[in-house]
């Protein structure tokens, strides 16, 4: 009789104790989530970022605050969230650039890959391939055979070492087999275009809209292996004959590692539900980018194996960290 008096106590007492949990559980999140944006206001990511998390925070009856915190190509922000608590209340906005801090530093104060869990995917945009109009150059053949003709004279700006700029044109530049020399910029690289100084750059289209409208710069191509629907006359990399040069820009949600697998999926699913409203949809259409739905497990190995083609093409490209 006492055996099963103290079994039905312990069962009791898990009970109340699995309550409990449920309950914690159901409560998240009861206070506004901090969402770290590592690259200044008015980036790709962070304009992505804020269409896609104000949806999110109508579905979680919450505020989530975006808070810019640039610095090192990045490495600031995802620095702070590495070492947060992994409680659901501060989080950060992931990228392509993610992978490419390997890249830039030699030592990083975090593991992109262990010490985040990549929670939901906003969507991808290509990369513009643009040059000055003063250049004369209207197609990627124009630009390849001025290249081949003038070894080692062509130039491509970026946004510094490491960056989705930088990687995207060394991209092109391994699979067009041309001899052209990088020039990275902390700021102003698009506006060198402009002037004509820098022969071409590749970047995102939501972060160009303005850098177009002023009519100094000819867009040679978008990076992804199909066209753009903001940009139905331009040609992909693939069509122009390099596939070999495709890239694009994502950007998505991440946590730090050990954060429970119920806010994960709570978060991710207000995610997907926000990418499927009609409104969301329209404002990430004129940014350019496309949404893309894929569970945590899809989304993890999608960063898994963006991260391993950085690190190859770095190699490739012998591109050495600057630290």
């Known amino acids: 009789m006492k055996t099963l008096r103290a079994f039905c106590g312990a069962a009791a007492t898990a009970l109340l104790i699995a309550g409990t949990a449920g309950a914690h559980a159901q409560s998240w999140p009861t206070r506004a989530i901090r969402v770290i944006s590592p690259y200044p206001a ?3 990511s962070d304009t992505t970022a804020r269409v896609v998390l104000d949806q999110v925070s109508q579905s979680l009856g919450q505020a989530m605050v975006v808070e810019p915190q640039p610095g090192a190509g990045g490495v600031v922000g995802f620095a702070t969230v590495a070492r947060a608590a992994p409680d659901g209340y501060t989080l950060v906005t992931s990228s392509t650039s993610m992978a490419n801090g390997v890249v830039l530093h030699s030592h990083l104060p975090y593991d992109p890959v262990r010490d985040f869990i990549p929670v939901a995917m906003f969507g991808t945009q290509p990369n513009l ?3 000055s109009k003063q250049s004369g150059f209207k197609t990627v053949a124009d630009l390849v055979a001025a290249a081949k003709a003038k070894p080692g004279t062509l130039t491509f700006a970026s946004a510094g070492i490491g960056s989705t700029s930088h990687m995207a ?9 041309i ?8 700021e102003n ?3 060198e275009v402009m002037a004509g100084r820098i022969d071409f750059y590749f ?4 972060a160009a ?5 002023s009519g100094k ?8 292996a199909k066209r753009s629907p903001l940009l139905p006359n331009v040609p992909s990399v693939a069509e122009a004959g390099y596939p070999g040069a495709e890239s694009s820009f994502w950007v998505g949600l991440s946590a730090p590692a050990k954060t429970p697998m119920n806010v994960v999926n709570t978060l991710h699913d207000a995610t997907e539900q926000a990418l499927q409203k009609p409104e969301v949809k329209d404002r990430l259409a004129k940014l350019g980018i496309e949404p893309q739905l894929m569970s945590v497990d899809q989304f993890g190995k999608f960063f898994k194996q963006d991260y391993d083609s950085t690190l190859q093409l770095a190699k490739d490209a012998n591109i050495k960290p600057t630290d």
Do not use: K, Q
């Open 42 to 44: 008015g980036s790709a």
């Open 129 to 131: 391939l643009v040059a």
């Open 169 to 177: 044109g060394e991209r092109f530049r391994l699979a067009t087999h």
């Open 179 to 186: 001899d052209v020399r990088h020039i990275p910029f902390r």
């Open 189 to 191: 690289g698009l506006t």
């Open 203 to 206: 970047i995102p289209l939501a």
């Open 209 to 213: 809209a303005s850098a177009l409208a």
């Open 217 to 224: 710069l000819n867009i040679l191509a978008v990076s992804t």
